[in-house]
Each structure stands twice: as C-alpha cells, then as structure tokens.
C-alpha cells in the first residue's frame, strides 16, 4: 500500500509544480491588486483637492481673469504627480521586500526549531536504546524504520501541497459538467468523491500512527503537525471546495499541456514528412511517385 501512494505521488509531481506556481500567481496577483489600491487612493485624494491648491497646502491666491498677471491661480508644477507615484511605488517595493524578508525569517525560525525538536528527539531514542537489550534493540530500530517511513511520506506530500496524499487517500474524484441544454443546466456531476466521514476516520488512524507519543522518528512531531493541517482543509467544506477547484483547474491545465506537445510534436513530424517528399520528388522526377509508392508498401 505503501509502495503504491509513492507511485501515485510521484506520478502527481508535475500536478503540485502546476499548484506551486499557480499558488505564486495568485500572491503576485494580489500584490499588484494592492499597488493599484493604494495608485487609485491617491489619485483620488489628488482629485479631491482644490483646482488651485497644492497638495502640500499652497494656497489659492486670487487676481485678474487674464491668465498672465501676476494674481494668476496656482497650479502642480509640472512633475509632480509622477514623482509622487514614483514614491509611492517605491514605498511598496521597500513594503514588499520586508515581508519577503519576514517571511523568510520566519520559515528559517520554523526550521531552526523542528531541527532542534529532531535532534532532541533523536538524541532521547538512543538513551532508550542503551537500556535495552540487543533484542530490544533491534525490535526498535525495526520499529524506528517503518514509523520514519511514515513521516517523509506525510512531510513530502505536504511540502508539495498534496493533503489527499498526506492523508494516504487517492483522489480519483470526477466533475462532469455543467451542461448546459436550451434554458436548463445540468450539474456538476461529482463522481467518486471521497466522503468526509471516511477523511476523518482516515485521520484519526494516521493520526495514532504518527503521534510523537508513539512514533520514534525525530520529525514525527512536524509531521503530525503536517497531518492535522491537511485534515483541517480537507474536512471543512468550503476550504475542501476551494483546493479541489485548484487541483481541476491544474489537470486541466495539465491535460491541455499534453495535448498541445503531441500536436505539436505530430505537425514536426508532418512537416518533415513534407519536406521529405519534396526534396525526393525533386532530385528523382518523374521516377519519384513510383519508388515512393513502392517504398510505402515496403514499409
């Protein structure tokens, strides 16, 4: 059983590259819904002050109708408000950089401390070991294999953001649909989808498996982690709803991928077929069409 979810694993890896960028388009997506926001905030408080007022509070000095006098109004100098947004776009630029250093101080912070947990772990397995007898011993590390086994089946999984796969669950769930005849819609149509019931029963056994309490592998307490996190989405509704959205939409993605490269690898080899033909048919003449066709047969 084992064996099989690494195979299917492995057989979903183009799958979770697919979820990763897509992951990092939608954060690049609202960055620059976030940039746009604060551009329309200041052109309209750009608008929203006095035809002859500066933003910095100039005031709006009164005088002749003639526009060259000197009581002439006031206006932005030429500039301005291209250096005010080039602030502005800087302001978010230095905003995103420290969030992104944030982040990466936190993820350094996160794995400074479960290496730490590891190593604690690791160091308390071997004290138990020295109180044990040699076939105690050897039941142990037997023991100490298969729960390790355990551990960076979930934590690869979850690192790829696959939480069926971190469960163990195969995810053969199906959508047919919409289908849409004269005024009336038929579907989605969900076939072999998994219930929630059986995800928490699933989870509740895994979940005795991979307790630090009971597993001896020094990641097992990340791992556990790892599990409750992908049980969480996967047995709320509307989170459960949103990532099956994304797994569609990168089959898709994934299938007219597939699609594309074989026609386009079947039009490389019409056209080579082509050129073939022609080049032949001009160095033999009229002799071409015959040892073609016989050629064929041949073949």
Request: hydrophobic content about 35%.
């Amino acid at each position: 059983a084992d064996s099989t979810i690494e195979d299917d694993m492995d057989d979903d890896e183009f799958l979770a590259e697919i979820l990763a960028e897509e992951a990092r388009q939608e954060e690049e997506h609202a960055r620059l819904e976030a940039e746009a926001r604060e551009f329309e905030a200041m052109k309209a408080r750009q608008t929203s002050s006095p035809v002859g007022s500066m933003p910095g509070g100039y005031p709006k000095t009164g005088g002749s109708k003639m526009g060259g006098g000197a009581g002439a109004s006031r206006s932005m100098p030429k500039g301005a408000s291209g250096a005010t947004f080039s602030k502005l776009e800087q302001e978010l630029k230095k905003k995103e950089a420290e969030n992104a250093a944030k982040r990466a101080q936190e993820e350094e912070e996160d794995f400074k401390e479960a290496e730490r947990i590891r190593v604690k772990r690791e160091a308390a397995f071997e004290v138990e070991l020295k109180k044990m007898n040699e076939e105690q011993r050897k039941a142990a590390q037997k023991q100490k294999a298969k729960d390790a086994k355990v551990v960076q089946r979930i934590l690869k999984a979850f690192k790829a953001g696959k939480h069926y796969a971190v469960l163990g669950i195969r995810n053969l769930e199906v959508q047919l649909g919409p289908y849409y005849i004269l005024n009336f819609s038929l579907g989605p149509i969900v076939l072999f989808r998994v219930k929630t019931k059986e995800i928490k029963r699933v989870y509740r056994n895994l979940a005795r498996t991979v307790h630090p309490d009971k597993n001896k592998d020094g990641r097992a307490e990340e791992a556990f982690h790892a599990l409750e996190s992908s049980a969480a989405i996967l047995t709320d509704e509307k989170k459960r709803s949103d990532y099956d959205k994304k797994i569609i939409a990168a089959r898709r993605r994934r299938n007219k991928y597939a699609i594309e490269s074989v026609l386009g690898a079947s039009q490389k080899v019409w056209s080579n077929t082509l050129s073939t033909f022609r080049v032949t048919k001009r160095v033999l003449g009229p002799f071409s069409t015959p040892i073609l066709v016989i050629g064929a047969l041949i073949i």
